[in-house]
């Protein structure tokens, strides 16, 4: 079974608004990732945020977790039409299994 | 040329025939990892690989085998397709290290099995 459950399924936004994406997942992590899969295509590494870690960023890219809660955000600020695509979330269980859990992730449509 | 490579990229077969997905890396990492992508599902692994001799089984492996010939190439073989194995294969590749580096994907092969 996926390890992380992603919130919403899929967002429409207009270009220039923000987007924000959550994911919950069920076991303590080393790590927690966000990538990016435009339509059909491999997966893209956003950014990676360690279990010490609360937030992160990475350009107009900003990551929260709160290993309390077991969940994450992702928040992309001032959209671009470029920033349509499926985003995932994935996780490293902690007990260095070596592979990741990736959850269902979200849709984000960003209208010109 | 791309870090990590798939052949092919998109495969049409028959139910019961035998299918390899090729996948061939520069990086120079140790592990590889074999997942299948469902429309509406994340990635699901199917097996993975963290050195020549190293081969485990993933989530979803029944009905799938790979074999690690090198350090660079990791193949996902349908040893008898059927329909319910079409979907979107990936291949990746991560670093060494007590912790489970960034993941680096190939483009994909889309597979029908019709």
């Known amino acids: 079974s996926q390890q992380g459950e992603e919130d919403p399924q899929a967002l429409s936004i207009q270009e220039g608004e923000n987007a924000t994406m959550n994911c919950s997942y069920k076991?303590?992590?080393?790590?927690l990732q966000w990538y990016r899969q435009n339509s059909g295509r491999g997966l893209v590494h956003l950014i990676l945020?360690?279990?010490?870690?609360r937030e992160k960023h990475s350009g107009r890219l900003r990551v929260t977790l709160d290993t309390s809660k077991k969940s994450s955000s992702l928040l992309i600020t001032a959209s671009r039409a470029a920033d349509t695509a499926s985003y995932f979330c994935a996780t490293d269980a902690a007990g260095n299994t070596g592979k990741l859990i990736f959850g269902q992730g979200t849709t984000l449509q960003v209208k010109p | 040329d791309a870090d990590v490579t798939q052949t092919p990229r998109n495969r049409i077969t028959k139910t019961g025939k035998r299918i390899m997905l090729e996948c061939s890396q520069t990086?120079?990492?140790?592990?590889m990892y074999w997942y299948r992508q469902d429309p509406g599902l994340g990635l699901r692994l199917i097996y993975y690989?963290?050195?020549?001799?190293?081969?485990n089984k993933g989530e979803i492996s029944d009905g799938y085998s790979v074999s690690r010939q090198a350090q660079a190439k990791f193949s996902l073989s349908l040893e008898s397709a059927i329909p319910n194995q079409t979907a979107l294969y990936f291949c990746?590749?991560?670093?060494?290290?007590?912790?489970?580096?960034?993941?680096?994907f190939g483009p994909g092969t889309r597979l029908t099995v019709l």
């Open positions: 690989s963290f050195d020549v001799k190293d081969i």
């Open positions: 990746a590749t991560s670093g060494p290290g007590w912790e489970t580096d960034t993941q680096y």
């Open positions: 945020i360690r279990s010490n870690e």
């Open positions: 076991t303590s992590i080393n790590n």
């Open positions: 990086k120079g990492h140790d592990r």
